[in-house]
């Protein structure tokens, strides 16, 4: 089944190309924000909430998205001092987002995140499709564990390398690729399953 091919249709994918200019660039950034620049925040805000939003959705849902998405912000531009320049500030961004998430997920005590619909703006077949499809792969995301959804998150919404997914969950290069292997491989028993209740 084919439908793991059409994750990208979904509203809450992101692609990654709304990175954060050159190095150069981003230290003057984050010095700036460290200084109290609230343009330079708002900068830094705009070049990566739509990514960070997009990972919070397949997380823990749009319902609480929003809300994660703000304290992930809120948390970075308190830390941002603490940021040594040593990995990108996405990737460091990405690892406060994932403890975030990986946090609320716990607190929820595993309980499922309610999935969200799509409903059509038209009744195009396609797009009925499409949105159909979103809800089974956002079902089949649910049903696997936090730590395997957010390395597929990070992976296949987000385009990040192993390297930098190993950085942002603070684990090694050859874990992402085994817990990236299992992921892909329960995400379609998953949809499987789903296919055929």
């Not at 439908?3 to 692609?15: K, P, R």
């Not at 703006?121 to 564990?145: C, F, G, N, P, W």
């Amino acid at each position: 089944m084919d439908t793991l091919n059409h994750f990208d249709h979904d509203s809450a994918s992101v692609q990654p190309a709304s990175e954060l200019p050159n190095a150069h660039t981003t230290d003057r950034l984050v010095a700036s924000c460290v200084a109290g620049d609230n343009a330079a925040m708002q900068a830094i805000y705009e070049q990566c909430k739509s990514r960070v939003y997009g990972l919070m959705v397949r997380m823990v849902g749009r319902q609480d998205a929003d809300d994660l998405t703000q304290q992930v912000f809120l948390q970075m531009f308190r830390k941002l001092d603490q940021f040594s320049g040593q990995s990108r500030l996405e990737t460091w961004l990405f690892r406060l987002a994932t403890n975030e998430a990986l946090q609320y997920l716990r607190k929820q005590k595993r309980q499922t995140t309610t999935p969200y619909v799509l409903d059509p703006v038209t009744v195009d077949d396609d797009r009925l499709v499409r949105s159909e499809e979103s809800q089974l792969v956002q079902t089949a995301l649910e049903r696997l564990e936090p730590e395997l959804r957010v390395v597929f998150l990070l992976k296949e919404q987000q385009g990040l390398s192993y390297r930098d997914i190993a950085e942002s969950m603070g684990i090694p290069e050859g874990t992402v690729g085994s817990r990236l292997n299992r992921a892909r491989k329960e995400l379609r028993q998953q949809l499987t399953r789903l296919y055929w209740e």
